[in-house]
C-alpha cells in the first residue's frame, strides 16, 4: 500500500514472468528461437471507505487524425480515484457562431479508469479541416452526474497537413471535380444552345 492514506481506489496490475534457468532455444537456419512465458493478474487497491465523488473535466480540444481520418479530438480527464462507468457523451460542433450542427458524435457506455484521460474524437465525417472559429458543446453524464462544456476552440492553417495526411480526401476532391466538370458542360451546352438561336433568327 502507498505510504500516505488516501480515499477511492487505485487500479494497477502486476505481470509475473517464469525465469527460464535451462535457456532453452531452437536452432533453424541461422534464427534463434526464445520463448518466454508471463501473465498480468489486475489489481485493486482500497483503504477507506470514504465516499470520493466523480468528476470530469475537458482539458483540450484540437483537430487531429484517428486512423488517419478526419478528427477534432477532445481530451477529457478523470481527476478523481474512482472509476465512472456507463458513461454517455455526446459532442456538437458549430462553425463560428452558427446555431447548426456541423458535425455530432455520441458515444455511449463508456467507462474511465481513476486518475485517467483519454481523446474523445469526434467524426469529422471525412471533410477537409478548414481553418476557422467553432464551437463545441458537449455533454457527458453516468445517469447521476452530469458534466456540461461550451467552449470555442480554432482549426489553424497548420491542420491543412492533416488534412494532406487523410485518407478519402482525394475521393472527396475528385467527387468536386467531377461536380464542376459537370457544371461547365451544362454552361457550354447552354451557351451553344442560345447562340444557335440567334443565328437562326438572324437568317
Known amino acids: 500500500m502507498p505510504e500516505k492514506s488516501y480515499d477511492g481506489?487505485?487500479?494497477g496490475a502486476v505481470q509475473f514472468k517464469k525465469v527460464d534457468?535451462?535457456?532453452d532455444e531452437s536452432k533453424n537456419e541461422g534464427i534463434s528461437i526464445q520463448n518466454e512465458y508471463s501473465y498480468v493478474v489486475g489489481v485493486r487497491l482500497s483503504e477507506t471507505k470514504q465516499k470520493v465523488d466523480p468528476n470530469l473535466n475537458l482539458v483540450s480540444t484540437k483537430p487531429g487524425l484517428v486512423n488517419y481520418h478526419t478528427a477534432v479530438i477532445s481530451k477529457i480527464q478523470n481527476d478523481t480515484a474512482i472509476p465512472i462507468s456507463n458513461l454517455d457523451i455526446e459532442a456538437e460542433?458549430?462553425?463560428g457562431n452558427s446555431g447548426s450542427v456541423l458535425h455530432k458524435t455520441e458515444k455511449k457506455g463508456l467507462v474511465m479508469a481513476p486518475n485517467s484521460n483519454f481523446d474523445f474524437a469526434?467524426?469529422?465525417e471525412d471533410?477537409?479541416?478548414e481553418t476557422g472559429n467553432y464551437r463545441l458543446k458537449m455533454t457527458a453524464t453516468n445517469g447521476e452526474e452530469t458534466w456540461s462544456w461550451d467552449e470555442n476552440f480554432a482549426i489553424k492553417s497548420e491542420s491543412k497537413s492533416l488534412t494532406e495526411q487523410a485518407v478519402n480526401q482525394e475521393e472527396t476532391t475528385s467527387e468536386w471535380l467531377y461536380v464542376g466538370i459537370a457544371?461547365?458542360?451544362v454552361g457550354l451546352l447552354s451557351f451553344m444552345i442560345v447562340i444557335l438561336k440567334r443565328r437562326k433568327k438572324q437568317d
Open 9 to 11: 481506489i487505485i487500479l
Open 21 to 23: 534457468k535451462s535457456n
Open 93 to 95: 460542433v458549430f462553425k
Open 122 to 124: 469526434i467524426d469529422w
Open 127 to 129: 471533410k477537409p479541416l
Open 183 to 185: 457544371v461547365a458542360i
